[in-house]
């Protein structure tokens, strides 16, 4: 019998010591790979004192959906795959069941998908050491990726973009509130008057993130334990806002580090009795939550970056300059994918660090996509027109895609912008609603030419039920406005 003691929340220099051993690598731990066959797994669960697991799965709004199985469970699904209500595809965040679907539905009855392990994703949970975290994926009953699934969509077009001869290398960077509040407290308040962590704006102060030391290192302890890599932690300019910087790496990776981040933040949070915040706006008088991702396309072999050419302006290749050129050209009628909610285009204002036209710049932050490097190891590409309230998987595989479509067609670019981008006349805007860029996806041939049928009609049918949630609400602007006075 195991005399395991209870798990409990781990200390700090417990998180960070787990943090180091995390550095060292998966390999040097035994961690368990695709490849590497249920005895390797096994002895990775023994050799961690696993006793549950916790399994789940992104779906489309970006949230993680998973439930604890026991071991038993747990191995028969890593062998042979388990089943899982396929309602995650037909429910919105609040769980209120589409009416639109056609991938379920009543109409289907609501039956169990079935799902595969992805045991490559094993992490040990932190904060519940006994415990082990895996990632599924949904497949169809003939055993091919299920096409709804914002998982399998990435995996798709990073297998596309290796049958080309590139490596895609990508790194999320997340900005997000903190409040003083729990689930009960925000709802007796109405979601209204909130208290931030912090008061006041102080963006980089050294002296806030010194001020709140024991909740700043459980988030970066818990994250680089967890094996989300934090490369960069400060405050932002607003009262308890944040930004994580997660360290790129090879994009399937970079992709669940990102999906996984906000559970994560959020989890740690809790435990500290507060409640983090990544929607796209929370206050009309400051900045939105940016979800920048840092892109770059190197070779096979990942020892050449393919974005670096030393004798091209700026050290832009031509890959590069298609890349951007793609990206630019798609981006209105892709925003949809990018900006999935009613309130991410609340964070599309001029003068506000967003963007509102599909533009790019050298070192350039007012455009959509800002050009930072000049060397082999640092030319990159930052996308800003993602918020922090994307799906990682989906903006990471919808703007890979886009870039890919650039190359393989040689699309240039328009001119880069060299000052102020919101006063640029000439270029194209982005959609500033949620119901005119789910028009526009509706009608692009490249979406559905690049992402597939499937996948863009059950994401158009999504945000139409979004719009038109948002259409039927009654909001507290019309009552301040209006219910006087009319």
Not at 105 to 130: F, L, M
Not at 137 to 161: C, I, M, Y
Not at 212 to 240: K, M, Q, R, S, Y
Not at 400 to 415: K, M
Request: aromatic share 10%; charged share 25%.
């Amino acid at each position: 019998m195991s005399t395991r003691p209870k798990a409990k929340l781990l200390t700090h220099p417990t998180l960070a010591r787990r943090a180091r051993t995390k550095e060292r690598g998966d390999a040097a731990r035994g961690a368990p790979t695709r490849e590497g066959g249920s005895d390797t797994l096994h002895r990775w669960m023994d050799a961690k004192g696993v006793r549950k697991v916790k399994l789940g799965a992104i779906d489309l709004d970006g949230v993680w959906r998973g439930k604890y199985v026991s071991l038993d469970k747990f191995f028969s699904a890593a062998k042979g795959g388990l089943g899982f209500c396929d309602v995650v595809f037909g429910w919105d965040l609040g769980d209120e069941l589409l009416d639109n679907t056609e991938v379920t539905g009543w109409h289907t009855g609501y039956p169990d998908a079935k799902a595969r392990v992805d045991v490559s994703t094993a992490r040990i949970i932190p904060w519940e050491p006994d415990t082990a975290a895996f990632l599924l994926d949904f497949v169809n009953p003939d055993g091919s990726p299920f096409e709804a699934s914002p998982r399998q969509l990435l995996q798709k077009v990073a297998a596309r973009a290796r049958q080309q001869g590139f490596l895609p290398r990508f790194g999320a960077e997340y900005e997000f509130f903190i409040f003083k509040e729990q689930p009960h407290s925000l709802r007796e308040k109405g979601f209204q008057s909130l208290s931030p962590l912090t008061p006041g704006m102080f963006g980089y102060s050294w002296l806030r993130t010194s001020l709140n030391a024991p909740l700043v290192h459980a988030l970066i302890d818990g994250c680089n334990a967890f094996g989300l890599d934090i490369e960069g932690f400060h405050t932002e300019t607003g009262p308890g806002v944040f930004e994580a910087a997660i360290r790129y790496d090879d994009l399937e990776k970079a992709a669940d580090k990102a999906a996984l981040f906000k559970t994560v933040v959020k989890e740690i949070c809790a435990r500290h009795g507060l409640t983090a915040c990544f929607m796209a706006k929370v206050n009309p008088k400051l900045p939105g939550c940016s979800g920048h991702v840092h892109q770059s396309l190197w070779n096979l072999k990942g020892d050449e970056n393919l974005f670096h050419d030393p004798d091209a302006p700026q050290g832009m290749s031509a890959r590069m300059r298609h890349y951007i050129g793609g990206q630019i050209a798609l981006m209105p009628e892709l925003t949809a994918l990018y900006w999935p909610t009613i309130n991410s285009y609340k964070r599309s204002v001029e003068n506000t660090w967003a963007p509102t036209t599909a533009t790019w710049g050298v070192e350039n932050r007012t455009c959509a996509i800002r050009v930072i490097g000049d060397s082999p190891k640092s030319m990159r590409l930052e996308y800003r027109q993602l918020g922090a309230d994307m799906n990682a998987y989906v903006g990471m595989a919808v703007s890979l895609a886009a870039g890919l479509w650039g190359i393989e067609n040689e699309v240039e670019p328009p001119a880069p912008v060299l000052a102020n981008a919101y006063s640029a006349r000439h270029a194209r805007p982005l959609p500033r609603t949620l119901k005119d860029a789910v028009t526009l996806l509706k009608e692009s041939e490249h979406a559905r030419e690049l992402l597939g049928d499937a996948f863009v009609d059950h994401f158009v049918r999504t945000r139409d039920w979004e719009v038109r949630q948002y259409e039927r609400a009654v909001t507290t602007w019309e009552l301040e406005r209006y219910l006087e006075l009319i």
